[in-house]
């Protein structure tokens, strides 16, 4: 199983960004997918994560009507849309899937993970 982030890099406060991750390895349409990421000096946090079909979505408070998540499973891809960055949002992002066991909000939810993406935002 592979699990390819992609998109992150250098964007200004206030600006936007689209994550992309590509799956492959597994039968995608039937993983749930999140994201998740982890500052410098701080724990691996959960942003967000959408079931199997795309009908559920969940969020973490902080970034909740600024970050959307959605996926194309014809594509194996599910994609992070963030707007309105800011500093805080800095961090190395990473995509997983989750066959559903367990809330999603929590990593041990997800049986696989990709290499992150690095996301930087300038004040």
Request: one cysteine or more; charged letters at 15%; hydrophobic letters at 35%.
């Given at each position: ?5 992609s998109?992150?890099?250098?964007v200004?406060?206030?600006?936007s960004?689209?994550l ?45 009507g ?15 849309q963030?707007t ?5 949002d ?5 995509c ?9 909000y929590?990593?041990t ?6 290499p992150?993406?690095q ?5």
């Amino acid at each position: 199983v592979q699990l390819q982030a992609s998109g992150g890099g250098l964007v200004q406060a206030g600006n936007s960004l689209r994550l992309s991750c590509a799956a492959s390895g597994l039968t995608f349409s039937s993983y749930g997918m999140g994201w998740f990421r982890q500052a410098p000096g701080k724990e691996r946090e959960f942003v967000t994560a959408i079931n199997w079909s795309g009908e559920s979505t969940y969020y973490a408070d902080s970034v909740k009507g600024r970050f959307t998540i959605s996926r194309d499973n014809a594509k194996n891809t599910v994609y992070l849309q963030m707007t309105s960055l800011k500093p805080e949002d800095a961090a190395l992002y990473y995509c997983a899937a989750s066959a559903g066991y367990g809330t999603y909000y929590g990593p041990t939810a997800y049986s696989y993970w990709g290499p992150g993406t690095q996301v930087t935002v300038s004040s």
